[in-house]
T-cell receptor
Framework: DQQVKQNSPSLSVQEGRISILNCDYT??????FLWYKKYPAEGPTFLIS?????DKNEDGRFTVFLNKSAKHLSLHIVPSQPGDSAVYFC????????????FGTGTRLTVIP | SAVISQKPSRDICQRGTSLTIQCQVD?????MFWYRQQPGQSLTLIAT?????????ESGFVIDKFPISRPNLTFSTLTVSNMSPEDSSIYLC????????????????FGPGTRLTVL
């Protein structure tokens, strides 16, 4: 039972353009959402997060949008750079604690120079 | 942020054998976590390892299959016992940012992972 879903396994974008990575969830009790970025042979690294009390959080080139009514989360990267090429994992949590954290299957982003 | 190392980085093992994965953190942490990522799947929490007590396993994971040690506040091991090809996965350890993160939630730091292939 996959509570967090990333339906696009891969995405290719031209350098300088916007990358939009999508994530859907099923559990309305999730109150905290995160994006992790993973390079080959490395562990996932935290990128950006958002609380369910907000609908947008911005950090430099990265913006996360939350649509609670649609149970949908998206990560926008503007402008995209070749160094952004990685696998991006969406995750959602009910409260704190690793045992309450659920991950999506990841989307591989390729930014084409 | 915590720096986490894992050994081995990868291994190829025969069915029926066991492999112990080591996780070392550069600072003392209360809890360490072990995850599995099977091919094409999401990261799934196996267990939480607390120093000085038995690990807490998530549904679907048992101590006999995945025994865990936590001898001190910077180190943990996960053993994958009596392996079968279905155990082929990436195994990751992680720790929480105990300094506090955004919105009162402690983000996690992950090790580089151990890629296990069982033949």
């Amino acid at each position: 039972d996959q509570q967090v879903k990333q339906n696009s396994p891969s995405l290719s974008v031209q350098e300088g353009r916007i990358s939009i990575l999508n994530c859907d969830y099923t559990n309305s009790m999730f109150d905290y959402f995160l994006w992790y970025k993973k390079y080959p042979a490395e562990g996932p690294t935290f990128l950006i997060s958002i609380s369910s009390i907000k609908d947008k959080n911005e950090d430099g080139r990265f913006t996360v949008f939350l649509n609670k009514s649609a149970k949908h989360l998206s990560l926008h990267i503007v402008p995209s750079q070749p160094g952004d090429s990685a696998v991006y994992f969406c995750a959602a949590s009910v409260g704190t604690g690793a045992n309450n954290l659920f991950f999506g299957t990841g989307t591989r982003l390729t930014v084409i120079p | 942020s915590a720096v986490i190392s894992q050994k081995p980085s990868r291994d190829i093992c025969q069915r029926g054998t066991s492999l112990t994965i080591q996780c070392q953190v550069d600072s003392q942490v209360t809890m360490m976590f072990w995850y599995r990522q099977q091919p094409g799947q999401s990261l799934t929490l196996i267990a939480t390892a607390n120093q000085g007590s038995e690990a807490t396993y998530e549904s679907g994971f048992v101590i006999d299959k995945f025994p865990i040690s936590r001898p001190n506040l910077t180190f943990s091991t996960l053993t994958v016992s009596n392996m079968s090809p279905e155990d082929s996965s990436i195994y990751l350890c992680s720790v929480e940012d105990e300094g506090g993160g955004s919105f009162g939630y402690n983000e996690q730091f992950f090790g580089p992972g151990t890629r296990l292939t069982v033949l």
